[in-house]
């Protein structure tokens, strides 16, 4: 009976405080090259975010792209041109430095990637922060949920789809999800916990035969890696913050810097500050 | 993109006054024997009622099993014992002439049919009456989605299942399902606004394989119509208020009384009164 599981737990401020404390020792780490790892796991409860850097002429254009498309690009911030500090989204956030890795994009090619981009940043770059699935993972465990992709160790299962994204005028490319396995019941409870995160992708886009929407073999994703779908068990599909990568392979602008795959921004931000509901 | 369409549109409060008017003209009707037949699409956007009558020793029961099974028996009234008169749903409802069409059973057999069941009254009755998925089935409408069963003018299709109810000492049975098929994207949809109406079931109980809940063949329901499914469609399941009606038949009291199929209890209430968030 889906409407009669218990809520989520909520995050104490107690554990706010404990997270908050370890999202700012890990932003001082890597800050100071000392951590370059994959920021799953790190500060239960605090969102992360997806970065996207792009020069002021296509930052305008690319700002139309996520108001067009608020499910694969849910914005937590922008910055005027220039401004390195995210004061928006915590204390002292250095968008230059605080990223463990970052993906340096030239003309639509990753080119390179890097621990710190101090000396690629000039006085026109525009920063984007978009939210991540992370935050609704953390929601559908404290619901009692079990995350295959977590149980397995290993990175959610991500796929290209024919489901077209609104273009602007420099940016298009259909969207990318991410795949999560449930048992029906379940799967329902996860609809309807994820809709209280719009900030974090929201509700699913579709759930059900992967072919719907394009994708011909869920054993073989386009990102991530692939686990197993038990008997009994339903896809369900959410939009997926790699989609905007995509859309500046496709748009190729002359640099765009973003994070690398699960090497996310850790924020000051709980998730449940960006929950609705 | 789910989370990005529209709410349902409100009713607005001439809309109201409207339809409690006909609401309070049908059960006029309905009194002096004018009015026999199905309840559906009466009043759109006021609540309709599952009816079931029990003599008081057994009333306290059936109170317990719609506590342990709160989704597919919603309470929206109990009344006192011998009281026809249900004030909390409605100005002047009595409910021993205010339903289209009375089914009575006798040692858990339907027995007869009536369309009052002024002299079956006696001073130890007590009356409950359940949510119903009309209500939920106009804001689903409202939202812009359709529904097979209205688009082909029949009969919500209903399945027994084998999803057990929660016993209390003399009821219990397998729950009884509806079934509406939708695309992916709808289904999901259908679930966030299902889940404002905790009074009309709520969000649904399965989704996709029906053999996952013991229904062998959609085509063929127990209750109501098949609806033919399309290709790309999914079927979504949602308890049922049939549900006490079979808990009624496994626990054989001398005497219950329902409300016929589809001849539900008009109220004076909103659906939105009923709604959450």
């Given at each position: 009976m889906s409407q009669l599981a218990g809520q989520e737990a909520p995050l104490s401020s107690n554990h706010y405080e404990a997270a908050l404390t370890q999202a700012r020792e890990l932003r001082n780490l890597t800050r100071d090259g000392k951590f370059i790892g994959s920021?799953?796991?790190?500060?239960?409860?605090i969102a992360q975010g997806n970065l996207v850097i792009l020069p002021k002429d296509w930052a305008d254009d690319f700002l139309v792209f996520c108001q067009k498309n608020p499910v694969p690009c849910p914005l937590l911030s922008v910055s005027s041109?220039?401004?390195?500090?995210?004061d928006l989204l915590g204390k002292d956030i250095d968008i230059r430095t605080d990223v463990p890795e970052y993906h340096i994009f030239r003309n639509g090619e990753l080119a390179e990637k890097t621990h710190d981009i101090k000396d690629l940043w000039w006085h026109d770059m525009v920063t984007f922060v978009l939210g991540c699935s992370f935050s609704f993972e953390d929601a559908l465990i404290r619901a009692g949920l079990s995350l295959r992709n977590i149980d397995c160790q290993s990175n959610v299962s991500m796929y290209r789809t024919n489901l077209a994204t609104t273009p602007s005028q420099y940016f298009s490319g259909n969207m990318v999800v991410t795949m999560r396995p449930f048992k029906p019941a379940d799967a329902i409870r996860a609809i309807q916990i994820t809709s209280r995160y719009p900030k974090s992708?929201?509700?699913?886009v579709h759930i059900g035969n992967p072919a719907d929407i394009?994708?011909?073999?869920?054993?073989?994703?386009?990102?991530g890696d692939a686990v197993p779908i038990k008997d009994g068990e339903i896809p369900v599909f959410w939009a997926c913050g790699v989609t905007p990568q995509l859309a500046i392979i496709n748009a190729k602008p002359p640099i765009a810097i973003t994070h690398a795959p699960g090497k996310m921004l850790v924020?000051?931000?709980?998730n449940e500050q960006l929950s609705v509901l």
């Open positions: 920021t799953s796991g790190f500060a239960p409860g041109p220039g401004e390195p500090m995210i992708h929201g509700a699913p394009g994708i011909k073999d869920l054993s073989n994703p386009d990102f924020t000051d931000i709980s």
